[in-house]
């Protein structure tokens, strides 16, 4: 028991020191610090790295379990043999340097601390109950966390070129972590590698959730994950099934991390022949771009983003990006709901004729059939709008009709949360700024990186309206009764969305009457939906202006109606029921 209780202590005690191991390490990354304290902080990562090594024996030592080889012990035994050669190489290079080698460039040491928190951190008893906020605080919490501590990294002398302002910081790391891509400072120019690196971590945060790391290591590294916290999450992904939620959770982050290395290497391979990048620097654009495609980030490594004279007719590329910002708009659930049914699909048409095979009914799930619907034909609207209303506009510099196709098909498909600009917004016709309003309004689909009303709150709104106009007092569809809390909901989601937008669009004009206001409405819908378009109103905002849409990105990206949640308590339903009455509508 007295083992038990020591071993306890020391994971506690190494937790708290890797946790301050971690912001120590990025101090010493973004500053330029002196040679002695490089060197104090050099000695204090060893450390750590030292009480790591006994915490995992401690770990196999104390436990009352037979030791087994499972993927955990496997994890443990090979992260130690790393971690065992990274310190005999960095010795002996210290060694033979006369202990005079610089301590400034040490990453894999870094890195090594980082790995240690991230252990002690998983084995570490995850309860969301314990720590008295509901599942929607918790939620809310967790992204202004990280958009907080994202500003203060950008702040750092080596992550920008240039000094950045609070301000500038904060509207940099709420438009990465919302996964939005409006920018007041260009991220080409005004950020180190370093700084584009930091913006490129939380987008990849902000766009699964931090909940998402950290139950998923809690999973690996426990085996299991608490019935209260599996409740919690599955009160935020709205599971059915608590069997669903850890199942989820692993197809998102699989498919998170399958799709973006796939985006990667397709990248790379498209802009192979570009003279101006060597081999590192497009392995960079690479992994940068598929990481903020995938999450709808629309950030980039190019001061005019797509639209550079080198990628603007790169009509793979073009295909690539756009196809994975779709897959990531269009709802984790949905795409391993739609690759299980594809693969039934396969399954069934390999088998012969005398073959059996299982039928499964309803593999594709009534929301998969809804969402995808909705999104081929809004897909299919915004590219017969661009083609028409842009064929003569920002599509004649193409001279094929398959790159005004291509070229079509991306303006039409970037304002369904991707926010990448393939095109002048400032040439756009008036028509399409409105079409492209409409079609970032509804954005992306449930449970996806993208934001928006999304795509089923728009059907279910556009079949209840359907289902008055003929008279009927349930909404059908696909032979299934769409439930009246889905309705209630998606009702709920487009007034706040609309109340939230018109707000900002008040303030921000009163507070710069000059601005153009449909370039002002055009932002607020951008930030709301966090797309990222802008017909090159932001740098032009004022400090009061930023905030405001610093705000409308958080909100839109944690959704108005989960804030509500978050703040009210939940109120019990009695056993009664009031007479109904109906009210005069028109």
């Not at 570490?124 to 906020?133: C, Q, S, V």
């Not at 992994?287 to 639209?307: D, P, Q, R």
């Not at 709008?385 to 005004?404: C, D, R, T």
């Not at 709301?528 to 405001?548: C, E, Q, R």
């Amino acid at each position: 028991m007295h083992s038990t209780i020591r071993y306890r202590l020391l994971n506690r005690f190494t937790l708290m020191i890797s946790l301050i191991g971690v912001g120590v390490a990025l101090i010493d990354s973004g500053f330029t610090l002196s040679t002695w304290l490089q060197q104090l902080f050099h000695f204090f990562y060893l450390g750590i790295i030292f009480l790591g090594f006994l915490t995992i024996a401690g770990r196999y030592l104390y436990s009352k379990k037979k030791l087994i080889l499972n993927k955990v012990a496997i994890f443990d035994l090979l992260t130690s043999l790393a971690i065992f050669v990274l310190l005999a190489v960095h010795f002996s290079d210290l060694v033979r340097s006369g202990l005079s080698m610089p301590t400034d460039g040490f990453i894999a040491i870094k890195i090594a601390v980082l790995v240690t928190f991230i252990r002690e951190i998983s084995d570490t008893d995850f309860n969301l109950k314990r720590a008295f906020l509901n599942p929607g605080q918790f939620f809310i919490l967790s992204f202004l966390s990280v958009v907080l501590v994202g500003a203060l990294l950008l702040m750092m002398p080596k992550a920008t070129t240039q000094p950045l302002s609070f301000i500038d910081a904060l509207f940099t790391a709420t438009s990465a972590v919302c996964v939005t891509g409006l920018i007041v400072v260009d991220t080409a120019t005004y950020f180190t590698t370093f700084g584009q690196v930091i913006i490129i971590g939380l987008i990849q945060i902000g766009g699964l959730g931090i909940l998402t790391f950290v139950t998923y290591f809690s999973y690996f590294f426990k085996g299991g994950v608490s019935y209260e916290t599996q409740l919690s999450i599955g009160e935020m992904t709205y599971s059915r099934r608590m069997g669903d939620v850890v199942t989820t959770l692993k197809s998102i982050l699989y498919v998170t991390f399958g799709v973006e290395a796939l985006a990667a290497a397709l990248i790379y391979i498209s802009i192979y022949d570009l003279p101006a990048m060597n081999v590192p620097e497009r392995l960079f654009f690479a992994v940068f771009h598929a990481i903020s495609a995938f999450c709808n980030a629309g950030f980039s490594t190019f001061s005019a983003g797509l639209y550079d004279d080198s990628l603007r007719f790169n009509y793979p590329l073009q295909l690539i990006i756009s196809t994975t910002f779709l897959f990531g708009g269009m709802g984790f659930v949905i795409v391993v709901n739609l690759l299980r049914y594809l693969r039934y699909r396969i399954q069934q048409a390999s088998y012969r004729r005398h073959q059996r095979h299982a039928y499964q009914p309803w593999l594709l799930s009534i929301n998969s059939r809804i969402t995808l619907i909705t999104s081929g034909a809004l897909l299919l609207i915004g590219l017969i709008g661009v083609m028409m209303f842009e064929y003569h506009g920002i599509l004649a510099e193409h001279s094929s009709f398959y790159g005004k196709v291509i070229t079509g098909l991306f303006t039409a498909a970037t304002p369904r949360t991707a926010g990448f600009n393939i095109a002048d917004m400032d040439a756009l016709a008036f028509p399409t700024i409105m079409l492209t309003i409409f079609l970032m309004w509804i954005g992306a689909s449930p449970n996806s990186t993208g934001g928006g009303i999304k795509t089923s709150t728009f059907a279910i709104a556009f079949l209840n309206t359907l289902s008055i106009a003929r008279g009927q007092t349930r909404v059908e569809v696909f032979q299934r009764e769409i439930a009246d809390i889905s309705i209630r909901r998606a009702f709920s989601i487009i007034w706040l969305s609309l109340l939230v937008i018109g707000t900002g669009v008040t303030l921000i004009s009163y507070d710069q009457p000059e601005l153009d206001l449909i370039k002002v409405v055009f932002e607020c819908f951008s930030a709301y939906s966090t797309v990222g378009l802008s017909l090159n109103l932001t740098p032009d905002l004022s400090t009061f202006s930023k905030i405001v849409v610093s705000i409308i990105m958080f909100v839109g990206r944690v959704g108005m109606l989960t804030i509500f949640i978050a703040l009210l308590k939940n109120k019990r339903e009695r056993n009664y029921r009031y007479p109904s009455e109906e009210i005069t509508i028109n």
